[in-house]
């Protein structure tokens, strides 16, 4: 075991595993009271100076749930313009925001990404996030409140009000409206500021209208419609074109 910065960095091995993550590693958490398991996959050669990519899982998921092979064959492909990418766990339904048990945005942002950047010797400047469904939330929610080269949201879970949401989403009223992604862009449209912003939704996905209010405030931000409802499924078949997309914003960055 090694000790970083303050927390435990404990590396296991992924043989056997089944999924397409080649590493783990294990953060001992300040800020949410545990520990948690990340999934890595580190794409062959040198990591030094490479980018990193933070994709965020949907709720009742895991990290290795996402790490789907479909996924990190489409990253491995894009060969020295490859990211290390981290699988980050997010818990049950912890949405990647601080909250009364635990704070699981300050958690991904001062816990995990600083880890992953010491552990791959990483350039701290290139760093993208995106998610699936609670994840696609997470990543714009906490992009909100730092510097990212891109932000992915591939059928993010959002509401156009508190009264919408599932039980577990968000602790009350309150804690809804500090997380109120699209009240957040209508006040300024340039939220995101220089960081390429990626939408995608299905077609008959329940959060359909959120996401499309969502890419009207954002005025010119990347919006893509595919045919379908709620589905993982599209997110693998869409992994080369949009792994392409993370990678040409980490490169330009």
Known sequence: MRRLAGFALVLIACAGCGTGANEHFTIQSRLVGHSLEQAVFVPSGDTHGRPLLVLLHGRSSSPDSMAKKSITNAIGKLGS??????FANGGNQSYYHDRADGRWGSYIMREVIPAAVRKYDLDKRRIAIGGFSMGGFGALDLARFRRFCAV??????????????????????????????????????????????WIDIGTNDPFRNANEELARRLAGESFHLWRG??????FERDAPKVMRFYADALERC
């Open 81 to 86: 313009r490859a990211p290390v990418v981290v």
């Open 229 to 234: 409802d709620h589905d993982f499924s599209h």
């Open 152 to 197: 992915g949201a591939h059928s993010a879970a959002m509401w156009r009000t508190g009264g919408e949401t599932p039980q577990g989403a968000f602790d009350d009223a309150e804690d809804f409206e500090q997380n109120d992604i699209i009240e957040a862009a209508t006040a300024n449209p340039r939220l995101y500021g220089s960081a390429r912003v």
